[in-house]
């Protein structure tokens, strides 16, 4: 049985302030599609230095406060409709938030060795060196050497990863979540309408990623889907945060421990392997 979602309270029970909140959201994340488009390494979206790096995200986190804003006060959302309303305490949201990034980087495994079986079996020579062109270019978003300088890492793996990721993220997910659920019976969404709107925020949320590559969208399509079920089905923000600041942290964390070149060279790792897993 379908069953609905309790309704939320006061204004937010209007199904065409959160029709407005949705094409907010939905406007922005294809604004950011589009001045994203084209993007190369040789124009990372963030600055490799510290002051610009806090700049571009500061700016960042503006860009999107500022519908954001709108939005919220269009609606005037209950803790409900925005999924604040988990009993799990913070020490516990932590720990599970943690947890579900370790789900959701495995789980994302299988689809990647997947791309590489496809790759490898329809051209055996050079199916390989084709998937590793075509992987994940996260040096459109930033300049991997700048992740060498332990401070830049720090604040990529915190306020980066945590906040100008994680939290912006997914309270626009959350945001597009309740606002397709608007479209529900009396403005009220159902369980089936959070399953459309977590495929369909999924989407878009893939193809925002397009400057780093077609693979890189299809794996953050997926990511999507995973940190939207934590929402709908653990009706909790804060974990979905969490998750998501977790598998953006340990992703930087990665690339820092490859930049440590001398240190990787003492303990046996060859400077040859280290240019392909980099792609330099």
């Avoid at 490799?48 to 804003?69: K, Q, Y």
Wanted: glycine share 8%.
């Amino acid at each position: 049985m379908d069953k609905p979602t309790p309704p939320p309270h006061g204004p937010a029970a209007n199904r065409l302030p959160w029709i407005g909140f949705l094409a907010l959201m939905l406007a922005y994340i294809l604004a950011m599609t589009w001045m994203g488009h084209g993007r190369t390494s040789s124009e990372p979206a963030l600055s490799g230095n510290i002051p610009g790096l806090i700049a571009d995200t500061v700016l960042a986190l503006l860009i999107f406060g500022v519908p954001f804003g709108i939005g919220v006060l269009l609606t005037r959302p209950s803790r409900a409709d925005l999924f604040l309303d988990s009993t799990a305490s913070l020490w516990l949201s932590w720990l599970l938030g943690a947890v579900w990034s370790v789900a959701l980087r495995l789980a994302l495994m299988v689809p990647a060795l997947l791309a590489v079986v496809v790759f490898v079996v329809l051209n055996p020579e050079h199916g390989l060196e084709q998937f590793k062109a075509n992987r994940p270019q996260v040096e459109n978003l930033l300049d991997p050497s700048a992740l060498a300088d332990p401070a830049y890492a720090l604040i990529c793996v915190t306020w980066l990863s945590f906040v100008v990721a994680g939290l912006r993220e997914e309270l626009w997910r959350a945001a597009v979540i309740r606002g397709i659920g608007s479209f529900g019976t009396q403005g009220i969404p159902s369980r089936r309408l959070e399953w459309v709107a977590v495929v369909l925020s999924s989407a878009f949320f893939g193809l925002a990623h397009i400057t780093q590559g077609w693979i890189a969208v299809f794996a953050t399509a997926l990511l999507g889907v995973g940190l939207g079920l934590i929402q709908i089905l653990r009706r909790s923000l804060a974990e979905a945060v969490i998750a998501h600041g977790f598998f953006d942290a340990t992703t930087f964390f990665f690339i820092f421990i490859l930049q440590q070149k001398d240190f990787l060279k003492k303990i046996g790792i060859p400077d040859d392997l280290l240019k392909q897993i980099l792609g330099r």
